[in-house]
């Protein structure tokens, strides 16, 4: 790390460490963006500091959780690791991750970066991390649609991904067999190799490894409305699958070109977590946990005590009444939040849309969100937000006549509250900023 890259460390760590006394803010961002501005390239610099290597965590699904119990495997060893843990997964999150880690001469000293990658932003990541020497692991969970107006449709941000992906070299990639352009994209990087259709009849070469699941109990009877790609990544036809496990995720395979899912390196594992998509995350742990030679039973062990990520299934005692805050910020993860909440016993609901920068101004993805899976005598609703009249119209159309309205969300809360028994749950179903609201109420503190 050169003595100016320092200069910008320490500068931006000093910045950030007066703003949280003065509580201006959380620090998790604008230290990153003032040092990215100074040196754009400073981020290469400061990866430098880490011993072992970089975990990356792509993906529209799952990022936070997965790379939280990667994180929770690896001080298991005795690590030293630095992480996005506020979940501020941009270039200047990252950066400021890692500069409030570092020491007061700016310099970074860990063994490990796990660090959660948005999804538009990873091929900017990969191309700072190209000088880098250590290990590289890099996690793909999945891709749905998700902010619409930001990224535009999957297709987009699979084309950047492949590009990026092929220039990659020594690096481990970690992949879900059961999304089938995850395992596409992972193929594309595992050069030199075979093509994605022999690749998939046999296996690619060591340096992929594939999770997913092998269980048609959980297929789903019928296929959701927030399904994405369904079509062959090798030659455009539409896959042929044996089940669904939830959206496009599933056993597939393409009948023109014979390309299927490729075999699986781990398939099951204690789940910590309930909830299908939890399978998911904990899987790809896992096998990340695995390629670096951690053994099973440190695995087991630290994955048993498991704490979630803030508004990943957490959980408060508010007047000794229980609240799960579930993230549901697309129609792929509000279905498996419905999902998962219903398979709980379900009762009381609180449901928040936003159409914050966090978000995503376009709401109109709710229409692809399976509310028809709620029932009028079972369920007491809640709805809330900045969008709670866009939110209280889809779920008239779901013939869900009787919920409250409430677009006040400190009320929407308390009202939830007051209408839930000590011997129940209320379950918050919200999108990022909504979340962060929520917890604020609930806290009294920012977590951004």
């Given amino acids: 790390m050169s003595w100016f890259d320092s200069i910008i460390a320490t500068n931006a760590k000093t910045l950030s460490k007066i703003s949280t006394t003065l509580r201006l803010g959380a620090g998790a961002t604008w ?69 409030n880690k570092a020491d007061w001469r700016g310099q970074v000293s860990a063994d490990w970066g796990v660090f959660e990658v948005d999804e538009n932003s990873l091929p900017q990541f990969i191309k700072s991390i190209k000088s880098i020497k250590s290990k590289v692991v890099l996690v793909l969970l999945n891709l749905f649609r998700d902010q619409l107006d930001r990224y535009g449709e999957v297709d987009v941000i699979s084309e950047k991904w492949q590009k990026s992906l092929e220039s990659l070299n020594n690096v481990k990639i970690i992949a879900n067999a059961d999304d089938p352009l995850i395992a596409y994209l992972a193929s594309s990087a595992s050069r030199p190799g075979p093509s994605f259709a022999q690749a998939t009849a046999g296996r690619l070469e060591a340096s992929t490894r594939f999770f997913g699941l092998d269980d048609p109990s959980q297929f789903q009877k019928k296929i959701e409305h927030a399904t994405d790609s369904t079509f062959c990544p090798t030659c455009g036809t539409r896959l042929l699958y044996e089940g669904y496990y939830y959206s496009h995720i599933g056993i597939w395979k393409c009948i023109k070109c014979k390309t299927k899912r490729p075999p699986l390196d781990v398939s099951e594992c204690d789940y910590p977590l309930p909830g299908l998509y939890n399978r998911y995350n904990t899987l790809a742990a896992v096998a990340a946990s695995q390629v670096l030679d951690i053994k099973q039973e440190t695995i087991s062990e630290a994955l048993a005590g498991f704490v979630p990520a803030f508004g990943r299934q957490e959980e408060f005692t508010i007047d000794g009444k229980k609240v799960k805050i579930f993230l549901s910020k697309n129609p792929t993860g509000f279905n498996q939040s419905l999902r998962t909440i219903l398979d709980l016993g379900a009762k009381h609901l609180l449901l928040v849309l936003n159409d914050r920068i966090p978000d995503g101004r376009d709401v109109s993805w709710i229409w692809d969100v399976d509310f028809e899976l709620l029932t009028q005598d079972e369920h007491v609703i809640t709805v809330s937000g900045d969008r709670v009249y866009d939110l209280a119209l889809r779920l008239k159309y ?51």
Avoid: C
């Fill in 31 to 99: 230290p990153g963006e003032i040092a990215l501005t100074v040196k754009p390239n400073i981020l290469s610099s400061l990866l430098s500091g880490l011993r072992k290597g970089i975990i990356i965590v792509a993906g529209t699904n799952g990022k936070t959780t997965t790379a939280r119990m990667i994180v929770t495997i690896l001080e298991a060893q005795g690590l030293r690791v630095i992480h996005n843990a506020s979940g501020a997964n941009l270039l200047n999150g990252i950066v400021s991750a890692l500069i």
């Fill in 398 to 448: 779901a013939n869900l006549n009787q919920f409250f309205v409430e677009p006040n969300l400190h009320h929407a809360l308390k009202q939830s509250l007051d209408v839930s028994s000590k011997s129940e749950t209320l379950y918050i179903l919200a999108t990022y900023s909504a979340m962060l609201d929520v917890r604020k109420l609930l806290t009294g503190r920012k977590i951004l």
